[in-house]
């Protein structure tokens, strides 16, 4: 069996789409930088409130776990 070392880091994704959007957004961005991204786990979420009392965007903060390279 093969033994895994982490790496994790913390990202924060935003999106006036909603939650799964702005994970999406902010996995997609860590994989364009991180090689053998493997796991995301949501730790946080807000959202920002716009005048009128509208939701204007959705912010998610997520730690991401990559594997470490020999």
Known sequence: MTE??????????????GIDD???????RAGNSLRH???????QIRGAVAEGGRIDHMQVTLKAGFTLED
């Open 4 to 17: 895994h070392v982490y790496k994790v880091v913390e990202l924060v994704g935003s999106s006036k789409e």
């Open 22 to 28: 702005a994970i999406r957004t902010a996995i997609g």
């Open 37 to 43: 991204l493997r796991w995301f786990e949501v730790t």
